[in-house]
């Protein structure tokens, strides 16, 4: 990825989005807080270039590895992010999931209704993506990840983005039939409605 990164801020190479799943592991973003990782020796951890804190990937998660060129796209680091929050919430509406950001809490998140209400009285949420990039000469690397059916057992092992008061949840948590090729399907047909292109 570093690689071809590279390339790309050179011009050697065309921009590129790279759709994975990775095998159980733990990584951690630059801000990452070693009281967040819970069990160290649940998986492999990985240090990551990222921005951000911890996060688990793993089978059943779509991770999706944005390689653009945000030079041409404005230098505008913000309206970037937020056009990747705008894509997991098109490619979420492919399934009839409403998902939403919040103010002070990185990700996609949705609003839990088949849950019991907090102590507070407000209804859960969940979350559903998360977002985590690099820039190096207005390029940008890492990306976003979508739960579509991991262990969501998983996450136990850290305090996901440094955040204790939520929980995590997936397509198929929620009840929907989802794969990992639909997710791709809606992924790129929902990616020219944000970026005005094709994927």
């Given at each position: 990825m570093?690689?071809?990164?590279?390339?790309?801020?050179?011009?050697?190479?065309?921009?590129?989005?790279?759709?994975?799943?990775?095998?159980?592991?733990?990584?951690?973003?630059?801000s990452?807080?070693?009281?967040?990782?819970?069990?160290?020796?649940?998986?492999?951890?990985?240090?990551?270039q990222?921005g951000?804190?911890?996060?688990?990937?793993?089978?059943?998660?779509?991770?999706?590895?944005v390689?653009?060129?945000?030079?041409?796209?404005?230098?505008?680091?913000?309206?970037?992010?937020?056009?990747?929050?705008?894509?997991?919430?098109?490619?979420?509406d492919?399934?009839?999931?409403?998902?939403?950001?919040?103010?002070?809490?990185?990700?996609?998140?949705?609003t839990?209704?088949?849950?019991?209400?907090t102590?507070?009285?407000?209804?859960?949420?969940?979350?559903?993506?998360?977002?985590?990039i690099?820039?190096r000469?207005?390029?940008?690397?890492?990306?976003?990840?979508?739960?579509?059916?991991?262990?969501?057992?998983?996450?136990?092992?850290?305090?996901?983005?440094?955040?204790?008061?939520?929980?995590?949840t997936?397509?198929?948590?929620?009840?929907?039939?989802?794969?990992?090729?639909?997710?791709d399907?809606?992924?790129?047909?929902?990616?020219g409605?944000?970026?005005?292109?094709?994927?």
């Amino acid at each position: 990825m570093e690689d071809r990164v590279a390339r790309i801020a050179r011009g050697d190479a065309p921009e590129a989005i790279w759709l994975l799943e990775h095998p159980a592991l733990y990584t951690a973003g630059t801000s990452a807080k070693p009281a967040d990782l819970t069990d160290p020796d649940r998986f492999p951890v990985h240090i990551s270039q990222r921005g951000g804190q911890y996060t688990y990937h793993g089978p059943g998660q779509r991770v999706v590895y944005v390689m653009l060129d945000v030079g041409r796209r404005g230098r505008d680091v913000r309206r970037f992010v937020q056009q990747l929050e705008e894509w997991v919430i098109a490619t979420l509406d492919e399934f009839n999931v409403q998902g939403e950001i919040r103010e002070g809490r990185v990700g996609v998140w949705v609003t839990r209704d088949d849950k019991p209400l907090t102590a507070s009285g407000a209804k859960q949420e969940d979350k559903i993506a998360a977002i985590g990039i690099r820039l190096r000469k207005w390029v940008s690397f890492h990306g976003i990840s979508i739960n579509v059916e991991p262990d969501l057992d998983h996450f136990t092992g850290i305090v996901p983005c440094g955040i204790t008061d939520h929980g995590v949840t997936s397509l198929v948590d929620l009840g929907l039939p989802v794969t990992m090729d639909d997710v791709d399907v809606a992924l790129k047909r929902r990616f020219g409605d944000i970026f005005g292109e094709t994927l």
